[in-house]
């Protein structure tokens, strides 16, 4: 089944370390994106790839950080320097403009992952 | 500065009854595209309609159609017949042809649907 994985679904940490959430997709797409939801916000845009070993800073950027080695992955770590990080995250990817994407191609997003820092 | 604006928080409607959420844009771009999405509690999003600056018409999607004013820069869904399984948060998003890599969300408004 082709899709976007994200794991964990929940995920808890301490206040002061790291976390690293997990995003996988074997959709062949070149772009990812990390989205934060907090209620009453929607979505707001973290980090976004639109090929691999390339990022750039979305709305929201400050405390996070993100790699893409790797077409199918683009892991977020969520630092200690991020003062609000509990969230529910989701991570989407589409194909670009190189694979054929036009105005009308849609994101797939992926499941997301509840972080709770306690 | 807002991108999309959706500017209702929640909304309850009846089951078979009609509703419109809205949502209003911010372009000087003369490109862009306009999407629906659907968010069960369970989390998913799900695309529901598209609708392009240079569509003539409005957007039909089964269930699903756009209200698309584009001098007032609105994208109105109108979901008719309303289900209980429609109960979710809507959210309204853009992309813009100068900035082709974002998809940017509105705030979402949560619909009720009740029996």
């Known amino acids: 089944d082709g899709g976007i994985t994200q794991s964990p679904k929940y995920l808890f940490r301490k206040e002061g370390q790291n976390v690293t959430l997990s995003c996988e997709q074997n959709?062949?797409?070149?772009?990812m994106y990390w989205y934060r939801q907090d209620p009453g916000q929607g979505l707001r845009l973290i980090y976004y790839?639109?090929?691999?070993?390339?990022?750039q800073k979305g709305d929201i950027a400050e405390g996070y950080s993100v790699s893409r080695e790797k077409k199918e992955s683009f892991p977020l770590t969520v630092t200690s320097a991020q003062k609000n990080p509990t969230a529910f995250y989701l991570c989407?990817?589409?194909?670009?403009?190189?694979?054929?994407?036009?105005?009308?191609?849609?994101?797939?997003f992926g499941q997301g992952t509840r972080l709770t820092v306690v | 500065a807002q991108k999309i604006t959706q500017t209702q928080p929640g909304m309850f409607v009846q089951e078979k009854e009609a509703v419109t959420l809205d949502c209003t844009y911010d372009?000087?771009?003369?490109?862009?595209?306009l999407f629906w999405y659907k968010q069960p509690s369970s989390g998913e999003m799900i695309f529901l309609i598209y609708?392009?600056?240079?569509?003539?018409q409005n957007a039909t999607e089964g269930r699903y159609s756009l209200n698309f004013q584009k001098a007032r820069k609105s994208a109105n869904l109108v979901i008719s017949a309303s289900q209980l399984g429609d109960s979710a948060m809507y959210f309204c998003?853009?992309?813009?042809?100068?900035?082709?890599?974002?998809?940017?969300f509105g705030a979402g408004t949560q619909v009720v649907v009740t029996p």
């Open positions: 989407a990817s589409s194909p670009s403009r190189g694979q054929g994407a036009r105005m009308n191609t849609e994101a797939f």
């Open positions: 959709l062949n797409h070149d772009a």
């Open positions: 790839s639109q090929i691999v070993n390339d990022f």
């Open positions: 372009t000087s771009d003369q490109s862009y595209g």
């Open positions: 609708q392009g600056s240079y569509d003539e």
């Open positions: 998003a853009m992309r813009e042809i100068t900035s082709w890599g974002k998809f940017q």
